[in-house]
């Protein structure tokens, strides 16, 4: 993969876009199937100092400064950084949130960040940025040692199983012999989950852009975390249901309530 057609370097072109696709209060993806989350495996957040990694427009780390005692925002895009800060109202959370570059592929970013604060933190977040990472293995390193003991790490990401793995999604129309009735039967049809190669995807609704999103089947995406010495004790997975049906476009993954579109789990330390 090119250097300026890397990940990071994308996102930097794409910052504009997210920015707008966000705004203050997040898409519905957000407020229906990931808050939700981030909300239950974090549910006591009072005086916590907390890093929100991969941070966007800001999004996650002004909920978690509504309630936590201070939270350092980071992520690897300067451009992402730039409109987090200018969407963060100053007058309304005070100093309570800070602002770092912090690229969580690079051991050399992560020891830079370290040696500027390694007091320790109850709470690391990352919200939909897993599948967008490389390397997971500085992040696993990064978080044993950041995290107090009685800390958590809590991340959410596309479903692997259903969404990464380029799972087909599958229309079948037929009658009712007994009342005929039209029924619409969805599923999901899988050729690949454990060697599935980077690939391409729209992160929006209506993007033109797309981002490379990479691919780990369960086993491979929490390996890295497990040798770091941190353990799984909570795990989520949610969808719309059928009052998000979108009846005018019969494909859209909102309609297949029944496959989990967001995975979210918590860690801690051993």
Sequence with gaps: MASNDSPLASWETFAPSWDEGMGDEGNEYFRFLELPILEKLLNQLEGCRAIDLATGNGLVARWLAQKAASVIATDGAVSMIDHAKARTDTSQYGGKISFHRLDVTSQSSWDSFMASDDGGFDVIAMNMALMDIQDLEPLARSLRRLLKPNGCFVATLLHPLFFTSGAARQIVVHESPETGQRIVDRSIV?????????????????????????????????????????????????????????????????????????????????
Excluded at 195 to 221: D, I, K, M
Excluded at 253 to 260: C, G, L, Q
């Design 190 to 270: 899988m050729r690949k989950y454990l060697n599935v190669p980077p690939a391409r995807q729209l992160v929006l609704e209506g993007q033109t852009q797309s981002q490379y999103v990479f691919h780990r089947p369960l086993n491979q995406l929490f390996a890295p975390f497990f040798q770091a010495g941190l353990a799984l004790d909570a795990l989520e997975e949610t969808n719309f249901d059928e009052s998000f049906r979108d009846p005018l476009r019969e494909h859209a993954a909102r309609n297949f309530t029944e496959f989990p579109k967001i995975l979210g789990f918590r860690m801690r330390p051993v």
